[in-house]
């Protein structure tokens, strides 16, 4: 995968580990496997330290995952290496049969302290025809001029514009404030940044 994304909390690594996950549903058609994921987390540059029966850690030089790549769910819990457990993630991947749909989503960890909105909406996808049902704002991070963005693709942008919430942070749920291709937002400080595929 090789992609050069910047980790300096939680949120850096879970929303784009939720959007390869999605893209790896679509394209296998099923949920990832424990080496899937091992080789996703691999591939975000972070280091396997332990691999256990139902467990494996991961340690990066900020955040610590724990990947428990049962069956289902496939539930990645993302925290800070400080221990810091306010802004720790849960990245969880299953089939709800009610829907016949496969689910990504991103849950707070610690849903009293966090009051985010992470990614606006899960990845929904159709177990049958395995077409993207939702529009989440997913992406990776950059960092530009010591400020971080959640840069995300066009089309993502546009999925995201039809849902007419684009003054809504994905990452926080506060306002954005937009600037031709990019928005700033006015309560957590990170940027979303719009380029081509």
């Known amino acids: ?14 929303m784009p580990l939720a959007k ?13 496997d424990g080496n899937d994921l091992r080789e ?10 332990c691999l256990d029966r139902g467990i494996a850690v991961f340690r990066g030089r900020t955040v610590v995952a724990m990947a428990f790549p049962r069956d289902e769910p496939l539930v990645v819990d993302v925290i ?3 221990g810091e457990l306010s ?11 009610k829907l016949n749909a496969f689910i990504v989503e991103i849950v707070p960890a610690n849903d009293i302290e966090y009051e985010g909105n992470i990614g606006l909406e899960p990845v929904i996808i159709d177990a049958e025809s395995f077409e993207l049902k939702s529009s989440p704002v997913l992406g990776h991070f950059e960092e530009e001029e010591g400020s971080p963005f959640l840069v995300i693709d066009r089309e993502t ?14 990452i926080c ?21 719009v380029v081509k595929k």
């Open 20 to 32: 390869v996950l999605g893209e790896t549903i679509r394209r296998n058609r099923r949920l990832p």
């Open 87 to 97: 802004d720790a993630l849960e990245v969880v991947a299953y089939l709800d049969r």
């Open 80 to 82: 800070s290496s400080s």
């Open 173 to 193: 749920g506060g306002e954005l404030a937009w600037k031709g291709e990019r928005a700033y937002c006015l309560d957590c400080g990170y940027g979303v940044k």
């Open 1 to 14: 995968m090789g992609m050069e994304i910047v980790i300096h909390e939680p949120v850096n690594l879970a």
């Open 157 to 170: 942008y546009e999925h995201w514009k039809e849902n007419g919430n684009t003054d809504i942070c994905p």
């Open 40 to 49: 996703v987390l691999k591939g975000f540059g972070l280091e396997e330290i």
